[in-house]
């Protein structure tokens, strides 16, 4: 399911694979994870994203957006 779900935000275009020995650009990556939650006898999993995290040269997403 989880492999699903980030198909789904790939086609989607909110988010891109990224080759993984690509060195020459700049990419910003944002850690995920998927979150399991098991309810009435089903398990339902969700992707979340780590905004906090954040690069030596380049600060988090938190840090940078509006508060508000």
Same mark, same amino acid.
């Given at each position: ?11 989607? &275009? ?7 020995? *690509?060195?020459? @650009?700049?990419?910003?990556?944002? /850690? ?8 009435? &006898? ?7 994203? *780590?905004?906090? @995290?954040?690069?030596?040269?380049? /600060? ?9």
């Amino acid at each position: 399911m989880f492999h699903y779900q980030m198909l789904n935000y790939i086609t989607r &275009g909110q988010v891109e694979a990224t080759p993984p020995d *690509d060195l020459t @650009s700049t990419l910003f990556h944002r /850690p995920h994870e998927a979150v399991k939650k098991e309810k009435h &006898g089903k398990t339902k999993f969700r992707i979340v994203f *780590d905004a906090s @995290s954040q690069d030596t040269n380049a /600060p988090s997403l938190n840090k940078v957006l509006r508060k508000g």
